[in-house]
């Protein structure tokens, strides 16, 4: 069981670093809020994490990988990314207090983790990887160990999330002091810019004609 877990750290780590909404919005509330932003932050995308492992246990990845399914969300998730890269890179170039770059104000541990729940939602990548990468990961190690692969995949993976978004906050925390507003914007910026090429794949492959018989 010890390869379960090790395997699905390993690809949650692989995951993570994919800049998206939670990865910018760890970033900014670091530096308002401090380290612990990524706790909590981690903690409401963990709540998204159970409630479709929960789902998927109990057979919606097949639904998830219905061809209309994916094309809606690809086309409305990528249109939701679009515009919160939008609003990152318009705020961080246009305001010199930032204030709303990423999120707003700082939030308190409870905004944190709604904030945390909610992007994650909204990420049409998160939905797609759990409907097929994680089900092929988790249905390879449920043939050799059992339902008991499930908690132990579920506890690899979401300590990969955690270890990720921590270090990310405990380095902006650390360096916000030292960060100019001029270099932090730029971080926005490039933030920005990762997550409109993400929403951007997502809508063309969403658009993109599919072979006869597929929705």
């Known amino acids: 069981m010890r390869r379960v877990f090790f395997v699905s750290l390993a690809v949650a780590l692989s995951g993570a670093v994919v800049p998206g909404p939670l990865f910018a919005m760890t970033l900014y509330q670091a530096r308002l809020v401090g380290w612990s932003a990524g706790i909590w932050i981690i903690v409401g995308h963990l709540l998204a994490e159970l409630a479709v492992v929960a789902l998927l246990y109990a057979g919606l990845g097949a639904a998830l990988k219905r061809p209309v399914v994916t094309r809606v969300i690809g086309l409305v998730g990528g249109a939701v990314l679009l515009y919160f890269a939008w609003e990152m890179a318009r705020t961080a170039l246009l305001s010199g207090a930032l204030a ?3 999120g707003g104000n700082a ?3 409870l ?6 729940l909610v992007l994650t939602l909204l990420n049409p990548y998160w939905y797609i990887w759990w409907a097929t990468a994680g089900v092929a990961l988790i249905a390879a190690q ?8 499930w908690p132990v995949f579920f506890s690899g993976h979401i300590l990969g999330d ?4 921590q270090l990310v906050a405990l380095l902006i925390a650390v360096s916000g002091r030292f960060l100019s507003d001029g270099t932090f914007r730029g971080l926005i910026i490039a933030c920005a810019a990762g997550v409109a090429a993400l929403g951007m794949w997502f809508i ?3 658009a993109r004609p599919r072979p006869a018989g597929q929705a």
């Open 100 to 102: 709303g770059a990423a």
């Open 107 to 109: 939030l308190s541990a």
């Open 111 to 116: 905004g944190l983790v709604g904030q945390g």
């Open 142 to 149: 449920s043939a050799r160990h059992g339902g008991r692969a």
């Open 162 to 165: 955690y270890l990720w978004y």
């Open 204 to 206: 063309i492959g969403a």
